[in-house]
């Protein structure tokens, strides 16, 4: 009897884990049971919109522009065996981006912060390749990639390498990493706003080093810490500082930052409900004075071996950098080089996220060994100050709320 | 002769019944059973008291630490039980939060940029 391409695929499933300890870390392609080289060739292919929620009337002058961002994105990505022990996978980003963004802050009549958009001008596209290769040794892997992302006015370009070393009996596994990217910014329309830079560039060193641990026969833990170190030109060249009475300040972060991220994450799989658990919290710190909490809870419910409905919620709060500032006063007169910024993105405030994503997977007729999985996911996005974990006196006026649709289908051949 | 042919047949298809539901006296003793059953040396009672070994030696040389052996690893091969499941779907939401919040993603090194409005 012809066995179907499910039960084959168990089967396989159940022989690379005689052989993994299912505790690979942050392999390219993310695999988690990453001692051997991938056995099989996947491609996928997803199509996400990110749309802003337009900015409150209350939040912006009376007739301001208050539309926001929308951005399409299209991936694909393909993984593949080379050799027993070595594998290797690509990810390609097209997104295009469109609308307006915040560019100050001013003061309504009470005195509170209001914004004040960019005109819904900005048209970008952003191209994105990753490469990853993987060398798989009886001990553990060795992982290198590189990638090349470009936009309009902005070029990065990153190498990295990754490795992992399983010893307790592959019960244990102990991972690091070392990263470097190389931006270029040439900012638009630098010739019309003065306080934009014509070209400037950013350099980012990270590491990571982290241990997994399989704790019995259905959940893992790990922990990891990452440093990463800014250096160059931090600021954004789209914002300014507004001081009452009509002057303008360059956005201005100074030139070096360095950051400091503690990630825990646990996987739990209920076999009585078919169900599977993802616990994750993160604890980050920087020098620019902003330190976060960020806590997710995904929940991969199956039904079935075709049907996955998968909820999740994620929680986030962060302080304020030290140098954040809505807008200056009028006798406010910075001395020259004082790092400032009005980013919102800066300021103190907590942000709630919801979601779900549905997966089914099937076989056609025609071609039976291949398996597909098709999904679609909807994420909901709010943030204000009254969601921080600490009290926010004055909440920056153009915290962002944006939905997230997408959909997409993977061939495993 | 034709009821002895009978028992026979009748002999042989109880023997089959018999194998087929796992009945090990069949063709197998029961001192074959157990001889391949190794059971574990466990330490004398001295080792625990006058030992210098630390417990944490003691528990890693006598495998007191619980570990998964690798054919029981099938729950933890489990797709769902990848750190990240989908890894578009991971690198898309890793970008927008980093884009939109002042805090890096943990567990990674390195990562393109973006200019990100």
């Known amino acids: ?413 | 002769m034709r009821v002895s042919r009978g028992v026979g047949v009748l002999a042989l298809a109880i023997a089959s019944l018999f194998s087929q539901s796992g009945c090990a006296t069949l063709g197998q003793t029961w001192d074959d059973w157990f001889g391949e059953m190794k059971l574990p040396d466990f330490p004398a009672f001295d080792e625990y008291t006058e030992s210098p070994k630390s417990y944490v030696e003691i528990a890693l040389e006598h495998d007191f630490l619980v570990r998964v052996k690798p054919w029981e690893r099938s729950v933890l091969a489990r797709h769902d039980m990848a750190w990240d499941p989908d890894e578009l779907e991971a690198a898309r939401r890793s970008h927008t939060f980093f884009s939109k919040e002042a805090t890096m993603p943990g567990g990674s090194a390195g990562g393109g940029g973006c200019g990100c409005n």
């Open chain 1, 1 to 413: 009897m012809r066995r179907s391409r499910r039960e084959r695929r168990r089967e396989r499933a159940t022989l690379r884990a005689l052989t993994s300890s299912a505790l690979a870390l942050f392999g390219a392609a993310g695999r988690a049971s990453a001692d051997t080289a991938i056995d099989h060739i996947e491609t996928s292919y997803s199509f996400s919109t990110y749309s802003e929620d337009k900015l409150e009337s209350s939040k912006t002058l009376p007739g301001g522009e208050r539309t926001r961002y929308e951005i399409s994105t299209q991936q694909a990505s393909l993984a593949a065996p080379i050799t027993d022990w070595f594998d290797m996978s690509m990810q390609l980003t097209h997104e295009t981006m469109s609308g307006a963004s915040p560019w100050y802050n001013t003061q309504d009549a009470a005195g509170t912060p209001i914004q004040i958009m960019s005109g819904a001008t900005i048209q970008d596209t952003r191209n994105d390749l990753a490469l990853h290769g993987n060398y798989y040794t009886e001990q553990g892997r060795l992982g290198f990639g590189g990638g090349y992302s470009t936009e309009n006015d902005y070029t990065a370009m990153n190498f990295g390498t990754d490795g992992e070393l399983h010893f307790n009996e592959k019960n244990t596994t102990l991972s690091g990493g070392l990263g470097l990217s190389l931006d270029t910014l040439t900012p638009t329309d630098s010739d019309l706003y003065p306080l934009r830079p014509k070209e400037e560039s950013k350099q980012s060193y990270s590491t990571f080093v982290g241990l997994g641990q399989i704790i019995n026969r259905r959940s893992l833990i790990q922990g990891s810490f990452s440093y990463k170190w800014d250096k160059g030109y931090l600021s954004d060249p789209y914002k300014e500082v507004f001081r009452i009475g009509d002057h303008h300040y360059g956005d201005d972060r100074g030139g070096s930052r360095h950051q400091f991220a503690f990630l825990v994450r646990y996987n739990r799989h209920i076999e009585e409900t078919e169900s599977t658990i993802h616990l994750s919290y993160q604890y980050y710190l920087d020098t620019w004075g902003v330190s976060s909490h960020m806590a997710e809870l995904d929940w991969y419910q199956n039904f079935g071996d075709a049907i996955q409905i998968a909820p999740h919620v994620r929680y986030y709060s962060q302080t304020a950098a030290d140098f954040y500032i809505p807008y200056l006063r009028l006798k406010q007169i910075p001395q020259p080089g004082t790092r400032m910024s009005s980013d919102y993105r800066l300021s103190a405030y907590g942000a709630l996220s919801f979601g779900v994503k549905g997966e089914y997977a099937f076989h056609t007729p025609w071609f039976r060994d291949i398996e597909w999985r098709a999904h679609l996911s909807v994420e909901r996005y709010l943030s204000s100050g009254d969601l921080s974990l600490s009290a926010v006196s004055v909440p920056a006026p153009g915290l962002v709320s944006f939905t997230v649709l997408s959909a997409g289908l993977a061939v495993v051949f």
